[in-house]
């Protein structure tokens, strides 16, 4: 990869302006082992590289620039279009809040499709009936048909929303229990908040966690 696309990437994916210093330190390495003499030379070959960067976003094929802010730099939408952006913004589907227990009843659901309301309560060790209505309406799941055994429960699937709001072609591309179980861990800890309907017949932890959609104005900046 380019030194370049390098410093594009890193920008791009930076949630607050990022530093020269931070930059130089990513990308010192890489450009030594590209045949920079020292130090010095690659700081001389970001600080070139960045200004063609932000020369090349300045051009009016682009409708966002690299910016300084605060003392870094950052991508941010030109103000000539702003008011597309914003009207853009207002067609957006509001962010997915769940419960820790209907996120749980989710996943079974995705990882067990189809199954049973009894299926799902047996593998979450508590009743899951409360939250099927939930998901149902979020549209993140869908009935399936009923399973062919004794009192012909109805059976459960995700949906199509389900994969849009996740990111997903399909739902092989869902990752192994542990590695979504860790998904989990890291990336809603920090969205945990106080639950609005505490009122749910549920024996868990009454949080809630925002689910993020997977595409917004810009991706995970």
Request: glycine share 6%.
């Amino acid at each position: 990869m380019s030194l370049k696309a390098q410093l594009e990437a890193i920008i791009y994916a930076a949630e607050t302006p990022i530093t020269f210093e931070q930059i130089f330190q990513l990308v010192k390495a890489s450009v030594i082992a590209d045949g920079a003499a020292d130090e010095a030379e690659v700081k001389s070959r970001v600080r070139a590289t960045l200004e063609e960067l932000v020369a090349d976003y300045g051009g009016p094929d682009h409708g966002i620039e690299i910016r300084q802010v605060a003392g870094g730099y950052r991508m941010s939408t030109k103000p000539e279009q702003h008011e597309m952006v914003r009207s853009f913004a207002k067609s957006l589907k509001p962010p997915v809040r769940l419960s820790l227990p209907a996120l749980e009843t989710l996943a079974v659901i995705a990882y067990k499709q189809p199954a049973t309301v009894p299926e799902i309560s047996e593998i979450r060790g508590v009743d899951s009936g409360g939250v099927i209505a939930t998901l149902l309406e979020r549209k993140l799941i869908t009935t399936a048909g009923r399973k062919q055994v004794i009192g012909r429960p109805i059976l459960y699937k995700t949906t199509k929303e389900f994969l849009m709001r996740f990111g997903l072609k399909d739902v092989n591309e869902l990752p192994s229990m542990e590695e979504f179980e860790k998904l989990v861990a890291e990336s809603f800890q920090s969205e945990l908040i106080p639950a609005e309907d505490a009122a749910q017949p549920e024996q868990h932890d009454s949080t809630q966690v925002e689910i993020a959609e997977s595409s917004d104005l810009k991706s995970s900046a």
